[in-house]
Each structure stands twice: as structure tokens, then as C-alpha cells.
């Protein structure tokens, strides 16, 4: 019950990442966006693996930890020396 209600949370929050991700009027806003519907996929991943048990998908909520910190930092330092917004 509790797990979805927090699965359903966590999908709203990536239906509104995805819109700001389309709509976001500057480049910032669209590293932002990704980064925050990684963390609401990262967060439905674990609320999955928290209700079955499997730990099957604890490696592939690693990959998508790494994948999203790497992305969030190569787009920031791309912003920062391109000078654009």
C-alpha cells in the first residue's frame, strides 16, 4: 500500500522533470530536470527493491547513481565554460 503511493509520487515527479526537461527555457534548467527524473527513477528503483526483496536491480540503481552524477558534472562544467544559460 505505503510502496505505492510512494511509486506513484515518484512518477509524478518524473512526468513533471520530463515537462521541465522539454519546456525549460535554458540549457541549466534542462541539466537540472534530468537530473532530478534520475533521482525519481533511482527513488521508484529502491521503493521497488524495498517491497520484493530482489537485488537484482541494486546494480542497476548503481549504474543509473553513477551514470546521473557523471552527466549532472560533465553538463555543469560544459555550461560553465561555454558561458551559456
Known amino acids: 500500500m505505503i510502496a505505492?503511493?510512494?511509486?506513484?509520487?515518484?512518477?509524478?515527479?518524473g512526468i513533471?522533470?520530463?515537462v521541465r526537461l522539454v519546456r525549460g527555457p535554458s540549457l541549466?534548467?534542462?541539466?537540472i530536470s534530468l537530473d532530478a527524473g534520475?533521482?525519481?527513477?533511482?527513488g521508484a528503483?529502491?521503493?521497488r527493491v524495498a517491497e520484493t526483496g530482489e537485488t537484482l536491480?541494486?546494480?542497476i540503481l548503481a549504474v543509473i547513481a553513477i551514470v546521473a552524477?557523471?552527466?549532472t558534472v560533465v553538463l555543469?562544467?560544459?555550461?560553465?565554460t561555454t558561458g551559456r544559460r
Do not use: Q
Open 4 to 13: 505505492d503511493i510512494a511509486l506513484a509520487i515518484f512518477l509524478l515527479a
Open 16 to 18: 513533471l522533470a520530463g
Open 28 to 31: 541549466a534548467d534542462r541539466v
Open 38 to 42: 534520475l533521482v525519481a527513477l533511482m
Open 45 to 47: 528503483i529502491g521503493t
Open 57 to 59: 536491480y541494486i546494480g
Open 69 to 71: 552524477f557523471t552527466a
Open 76 to 80: 555543469s562544467r560544459f555550461i560553465e
